[in-house]
């Protein structure tokens, strides 16, 4: 299922929220963007395995609570509010969750892509 950016679920049923907050061309750099994404889970909340555009180097800080995250075979790690971590183009982003059931969790993703790219999420089918 491809997830054109700006898709939106109810984070409190367990799904992510999510909404583009950014989206600049780079001047010095033709063809590519920053586009700013908010992630919001809900308690428990969580996002299903997916990939992202190979034109995507993605930064993302947690803004609020703890998120789980696996990226392609790496181990599964918790990111704490104020901690960061990237994507590379074609990493497959296997957990993305809230770590917590009782607290919600926010995380700013910065992606550098194409700037025609529309589709920011593809889920992996199981």
């Known amino acids: ?3 054109q950016f700006g898709y939106a679920a109810d984070a409190h ?3 992510a929220k999510i909404s583009i907050v950014f989206d600049q061309p780079l001047p010095n750099v033709p063809g590519k963007s920053m586009k700013g994404v908010l992630v919001e889970y ?3 909340g969580s996002s299903a395995s997916h990939v992202h555009p190979n034109s ?3 930064y993302a800080t947690v803004l609020e609570g703890a998120i789980r995250s696996k990226v392609n075979d790496g181990p599964e790690k918790t990111y704490h509010a104020g901690e960061n971590f990237s994507e590379l183009p074609g990493d497959r982003h296997g957990v993305s969750a ?3 059931s009782t607290k919600p969790a926010r995380l700013l993703a910065v992606f550098v892509v194409d700037t025609d790219e529309k589709n920011l999420v593809t889920d992996i089918k199981p």
């Open 1 to 3: 299922m491809s997830t």
């Open 56 to 58: 995507a180097f993605i």
């Open 13 to 15: 049923k367990g799904l």
């Open 42 to 44: 809900g308690p428990g």
């Open 98 to 100: 809230n770590a917590s």
